[in-house]
């Protein structure tokens, strides 16, 4: 059964920076595309980030490129988000997934985790 736990999330103020990090259990993440979503209250869900199963490509929602970066440690089975320069709007619950089924910028992927709280205070 594969998991994926989130963490590092919290409160922050505009401008500071939080470290998400994603590690997965279950099964090896080496040989699969990972992603980062947000939802904010009362709004979909939406793409902040992506990085191919070799850690060679990313992609970013334009809202975060620049300020966000993705990466991945495979031998530690570990996907991370590094949030700086941090805005009000950026407040939302952060979720991981593992393995894009729809294209990387798609909530499509075939699992996922149950979220950290990022709060950005103005």
């Known amino acids: 059964q594969v998991q994926l736990v989130e963490s590092g999330g919290g409160l922050v103020q505009a401008g500071g920076s939080l470290r998400l990090s994603c590690a997965a259990s279950?099964?090896?993440?080496?040989?699969?595309?990972m992603g980062w979503f947000r939802q904010a209250p009362r709004k979909e869900r939406e793409f902040v980030a992506a990085i191919s199963w070799s850690g060679r490509s990313t992609f970013y929602a334009d809202s975060v490129k620049g300020r966000f970066t993705i990466s991945r440690d495979n031998a530690k089975n570990t996907v991370y988000l590094q949030m700086n320069s941090l805005k009000a709007e950026d407040t939302a619950v952060y979720y991981c997934a593992l393995e894009p089924r729809g294209g990387y910028s798609a909530p499509l992927y075939a699992y996922w985790g149950q979220g950290t709280q990022v709060t950005v205070s103005s």
């Open positions: 279950g099964r090896t993440v080496s040989s699969a595309g």
